[in-house]
């Protein structure tokens, strides 16, 4: 089964964001580590790889947090 950006959790202006850099739908690693993230640990640790994914496994959960508290915030 393929996994959306979407199914993962990420609402429409980071599923946008990331299709509009091609970057379609989430690789193996970015599946596994970006619901993980949305879990609130402190502390997290994913080792791969180069090219495996980790950099947005990591920075995307993190983006999109902060666009959810900036909106929070707006209201």
């Known amino acids: 089964k393929k996994v959306t950006w979407a ?7 980071m599923v946008e964001a990331l299709t509009s850099m091609n970057i379609h739908k989430p690789n ?13 640990q402190s502390v997290f640790l994913c080792a791969a790889e180069t090219g495996s994914g980790k950099t947005l496994a990591y920075l995307v959960p993190i ?3 902060l666009k959810r508290e900036e909106a929070m915030k707006a209201q």
């Open 28 to 40: 193996p690693m970015q599946c596994e580590v970006i619901p993980e993230i949305f879990v609130d």
């Open 7 to 13: 199914e993962l959790g990420l609402g429409s202006s």
């Open 63 to 65: 983006m999109e947090k």
